[in-house]
């Protein structure tokens, strides 16, 4: 059974960081590209950063360009998304998903182009 468990979500005060991890179980990360959500309420589902297969390229919606990095680490099956300089903006609920093979990069981060999705973690930024 594909499965993807996030962790790391949390209460952060502006300016302040968190590092979410995806770690997959069931599959091999390896040969999938992997993309990080965020829905805030009443707000569409979002792409905030993908990260490719076949290369390890990766890919920032302009809203955390310079603040947010994803990574992955194939021998613990996870990926990562280090989250700095929060903003309240920055605040709702983060998903990994997963799709086999790769994507152009500025498709990844589409939703509908996903098949695997974990369950997500809350973050928050708040004073």
């Known amino acids: 059974q594909l499965q993807l468990v996030e962790s790391g979500g949390g209460l952060v005060q502006p300016g302040g960081s968190l590092r979410l991890s995806c770690v997959a179980s069931?599959?091999?990360?390896?040969?999938?590209?992997i993309g990080w959500f965020r829905q805030a309420p009443g707000k569409e589902r979002e792409g905030v950063s993908c990260?490719?297969?076949?290369?390890?390229?990766?890919y920032y919606a302009d809203s955390v360009k310079g603040r947010f990095a994803i990574s992955r680490d194939n021998a613990k099956n996870t990926v990562y998304l280090q989250m700095n300089s929060l903003k309240p903006e920055d605040t709702g609920v983060y998903y990994c998903?997963?799709?086999?093979?790769?994507?152009?990069?500025?498709?990844?981060?589409?939703?509908?182009?996903?098949?695997?999705w974990g369950q997500g973690a809350q973050v928050t930024v708040s004073s």
């Open positions: 998903a997963a799709r086999r093979g790769n994507l152009l990069l500025s498709l990844c981060v589409a939703p509908r182009n996903y098949v695997y």
């Open positions: 990260i490719r297969s076949s290369d390890g390229s990766t």
């Open positions: 069931g599959f091999t990360l390896d040969y999938y590209t």
